[in-house]
């Protein structure tokens, strides 16, 4: 059984950093990526960036390019998300997922954590 637990959530005032972890355990054999999705309250959730199990490959949306960093260690099971120059529209609730595919978009994921919240004000 899949489980993810994301940690590293919080406040932080804009311009500040934070750094999320996913722990995974029970990972399926067809997985190829884990990946960060947010959703912020009245949107629909969207992807971040992702992670290709097989060579590190990444991809990030647009508008968080330059500004955050995904990282795996594969020893600890765990995918970190760094966050850097956070923005007010960065508030969300993040989740980690596991991919079937190297995607950003939800199709593509089966198994999710339950989230971490990441508020980003003055």
Known sequence: Q???????????????SLRLSCVATGLPWNYHAIGWFRQAPGKEREGVSSISISDGDTL???????????????????????MNSLKPEDTAVYYCATGRVFVLQEWGYDSWGQGTQVTVSS
């Open 2 to 16: 899949v489980q993810l637990a994301e940690s590293g959530g919080g406040l932080v005032q804009p311009g500040g």
């Open 60 to 82: 990030y949306e647009e508008s968080v390019k330059g500004r955050f960093t995904i990282s795996r260690d594969n020893a600890k099971n765990t995918v970190y998300l760094q």
